[in-house]
């Protein structure tokens, strides 16, 4: 057969989802799998979705414009204008197909093949993916465990950068760590894109989990950042929906988003039932995102007292999205992830984490670490917290063998 081609070769398994057939054979055995890989909200998708999609009387599914639907890309920029108080027109939106077509068309539309983007380190996994499948190096600036995975200071970015760099990338609160930016820590990332003639790539899709109080400050409220700021935003964790792919690529730089219209009219048009019902989405009360705050800090409060609680745990302070990172007593995360999927339970029931290896650019950096998502009821986190704590106990036993 021909050979594959070598970005097919070299792309990276997503740690979020490679241990999937292991977690499939646990259930088939019998095993109860507590979900915490994967950012997947439990809370019900609001009634509003689904009450207009009942309520639509869709004869024909058909594609909607390339850009997404007139008036939904009008409802995102009012629900920016008046949520946010962040002033926006339609034409700064473009709809995709989630928020990760929102960043491929970020990629395609601003980086060519060669050039390097700034990324702090642990970062999102499907950045690395990004990055090889499109030809974009990912220079990468490490932020550690020991100080809560702060932001490096600036001049420390300013010296990771070179002659190839077009931008910082930055997500904010973190996937995975969870570490929130501050409005002086985003204005100063703002200040070095100015002065490097910079792009500010800034991936906002947990802008809505914030916690004890913090206020999110958005790379789009920097003054005189329009020509240099691009926005990533996505419907799928702010309304638990993420089977709906819907996103968008916000941009004041109508250029911008006129050339990611070229990449959005290859792939035809976003999803039309996800707008449809999105619209409704875009218009529910304050009390929604409240309630969401309000339900994922307590998690978060349960999960970090757990972890906190067993022997040889480190676990960093987080204010935001619902991550946590924490470095276990173990030499390989990939290993004790497949090691508790395959042969560890309590009750018949085991829990699924995601390995640190591949929230770095160098897998090695994250062998001790591992990325859980709260997305689950308290007792099942108090459940997972003791399923650790044994399984912790036993492979530290054991001594088992790195696979």
Known sequence: MPALSQRAQQVPASPIRKLVPYANAAKARGKKVLHLNIGQPDLPTPPAFWET?????????????SGGMPAFREAYARFYTEVYHIPLEAQHVLTTTGGSEALLFAFLTLFDPGDEVLVIEPTYANYIGLGQATGIHLRAVESHIEEDFALPAPETLETALTERTRAILLCNPSNPTGKL???????????????????????????????????FFSALEIEGGADFVVVIDTLSKRYSACGARVGALISRNTDIIGAALKWAQARLAP????????????????????HVRETFQRRRDVLLEGLRSIAGVTCPTVQGAFYLMPKLPIPDSDAFAQWLLERFDIGGTTVMVAPGTGFFTQPEKGRSLVRIAYVLDEPYLEQAVEILRAALNIYAREQVPIL
């Open 181 to 215: 930016y501050s409005e002086k820590e985003v204005r100063q990332i703002g200040d070095i894109c100015r002065r490097h003639n910079l792009f500010l790539l800034s991936d906002e899709s947990y802008r809505d989990y914030c916690y004890d109080g913090e206020r």
């Open 271 to 290: 999803p039309t039932l996800g707008q449809i019902a999105g619209l409704a989405l875009l218009s529910l009360p304050e009390s929604h995102y409240t």
């Open 53 to 65: 999609l009942h309520k639509a009387q869709i004869k024909v599914l058909d594609y909607t414009e």
